[in-house]
């Protein structure tokens, strides 16, 4: 059995939790919170026997791995904590705000035999090979556009003068880091790494992006990508091949994905799945990697690989559009 703490009870906690109750062997036995109350209530929402409000207790308390779902800037220092003290992490999206702090956690779970991953929730999805079979179907492809803009539940908060972390460069937080992410990671899971970068963005008083967009550039395709935090698309994303085109209704969840090819056909591919559900792979896959690495070693391995290669792109937009985060205290 793995014993899994949490860190942070916020909702995507939840719904971790929630996912992770269907996977047998992924036990929730502790609660960190800043705050007893909070985490209290949490630990009793759960059913966690334990919850912590002092982090170290909690990093070495007898716990096997840890969710982080804490504000971005914190994820790093959090995380080789939790490494440190010799437990399997899985972490929020983006899973380090830098590429630098990526390698230095990478070397310290390796060195002591430890997972550490990002909870991207497509990547164990079982549409991404549904849609991986399916972009093999539609030719030569020549563009793609993949979209993620979601009108912010926090944008009233930022409008009545209040600042909420995701629009708060001290902890990493802006569009880009948030959503545009989503878009970043299967350009290059299902394209590539891309030869130019081409980035702009537009930000609020915060400081932090608002909305943005991307051009990645290939030798013989160029992908575009847009996201904002301000503002609701209901165009959803797009791959197109000289054969065929495959609609993805929402890029970050790989849900509600048709392909139309130029013969005239039309077929669903995949619609819609729980959003707990697919957390429910993500924890899934932690436990195997932790449980069965040998046999999943090549994808545990590839998943750190573009990881990194998400991160290093990730730096580049930023400076390109001089998304900037003070430096931490
Ligand atoms: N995969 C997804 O679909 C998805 C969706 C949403 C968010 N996320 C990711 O999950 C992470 C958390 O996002 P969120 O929107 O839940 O963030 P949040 O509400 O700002 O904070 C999450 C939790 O972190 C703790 N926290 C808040 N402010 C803190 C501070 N100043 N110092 C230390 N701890 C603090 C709080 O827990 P306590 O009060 O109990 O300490 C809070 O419940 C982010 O990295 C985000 O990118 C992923």
Redesign the pocket.
């Known amino acids: 059995m793995i014993r899994y703490g949490v860190i942070?009870?916020?909702?995507?906690?939840e719904e971790f939790i929630i996912g992770a109750q269907d996977v047998d062997g992924l036990k929730l036995a502790a609660v960190y919170?800043?705050?007893e109350r909070?985490?209290e209530d949490?630990a009793q929402k759960f059913g966690s026997p334990v919850v912590y409000t002092n982090i170290e207790s909690f990093a070495s308390s007898d716990i096997d791995a840890v969710y982080v779902?804490?504000?971005?800037s914190?994820?790093y220092e959090q995380s080789k904590l939790m490494l440190e003290n010799g437990k399997h992490v899985i972490c929020?999206?983006?899973i380090t705000v830098t590429p630098e702090e990526l390698r230095e956690l990478e070397c310290i779970a390796e060195e002591k035999g430890l997972v550490y991953m990002e909870?991207i929730?497509y990547l164990y999805s079982p549409a991404r090979e549904l849609l991986i079979n399916s972009i093999k179907r539609i030719g030569k492809i020549t563009s793609a556009h993949f979209d993620y803009s979601q009108f912010s539940s926090r944008y009233a908060q930022y409008k009545r003068g209040e600042l909420?972390?995701?629009f708060n460069p001290k902890?990493a937080g802006g569009c880009l880091?948030?959503l545009g992410i989503y878009c970043v990671y299967p350009a290059l899971d299902f394209l590539g790494i891309p030869q130019k970068i081409s980035s702009s963005a537009g930000f609020i008083k915060t400081g932090a992006d608002g909305y943005g967009s991307t051009i990645f550039d290939f030798s013989d395709k160029q992908v575009t990508l847009t996201y904002s935090k301000l503002a609701q698309s209901y165009s959803g994303s797009q791959i197109l091949g000289d054969e065929g085109t495959i609609t993805v209704g929402s890029i970050?969840q790989l849900q509600n994905i048709e392909i139309c090819r130029h013969d005239g056909s039309r077929a669903t591919i995949c619609g819609y799945t729980p959003?707990t559900k697919l957390m429910g792979y993500e924890a899934k896959a932690f436990y195997l990697y932790i449980t069965q690495r040998e046999a999943y070693r090549h994808k545990y391995n590839y998943a750190r690989g573009l990881a990194l290669d998400v991160s290093e792109v990730m730096q580049n937009i930023r400076e390109k559009c001089s998304i900037l985060f003070p430096k931490k205290e």
Not at 8 to 13: A, E, L, V
Not at 69 to 72: E, F, H, R, Y
């Open positions: 942070g009870t916020g909702k995507i906690t919170s800043r705050t909070r985490g949490f779902a804490s504000p971005n914190l994820h929020e999206k983006p909870a929730m909420p972390n995701v902890f880091m948030d970050s959003k």
